[in-house]
């Protein structure tokens, strides 16, 4: 099993930034597929980002491409998203995910391994 711990969620303003990280624990994730999911009240489960075994594809939505980054440091067992310029519909819960090998889930919403999530509020 995989536990997945998010951080780094909190308050801030249009135009900021914030990185999140997800810290893995139970096994190692250097082989799995990694992602970003974002919920926001009364809205279904949105992809965000992800990233390869290896960190040599990464994808990311439509609505943050160009203004947030995915990366791993498979040292540490964590990955993270970095979120610039900010904007007030980029509110909602993140969640960090993993997918292991044969990676079913790659392309969907159906990874394995979920985390609790944490809260990012943007103000106009």
């Known amino acids: 099993q995989v536990q997945l711990v998010e951080s780094g969620g909190g308050l801030v303003q249009a135009g900021g930034s914030l990185r999140l990280s997800c810290a893995a624990s139970g096994r190692t994730v250097s082989s799995y597929a990694m992602g970003w999911f974002r919920q926001a009240p009364e809205k279904e489960r949105e992809f965000v980002a992800a990233?390869?075994?290896?960190?040599?594809?990464?994808y990311y939505g439509d609505s943050v491409r160009g203004r947030f980054t995915i990366s791993r440091d498979d040292v540490k067992n964590t990955v993270y998203l970095q979120m610039t310029s900010l904007k007030p519909e980029d509110t909602a819960v993140y969640y960090c995910?993993?997918?292991?090998?044969?990676?079913?889930?790659?392309?969907?919403?159906?990874?394995?391994?979920w985390g609790q999530g944490t809260q990012v509020a943007v103000s106009s």
């Open positions: 990233i390869n075994w290896g960190g040599s594809n990464r």
């Open positions: 995910a993993a997918d292991p090998p044969p990676y079913r889930g790659w392309g969907t919403n159906d990874y394995k391994f």
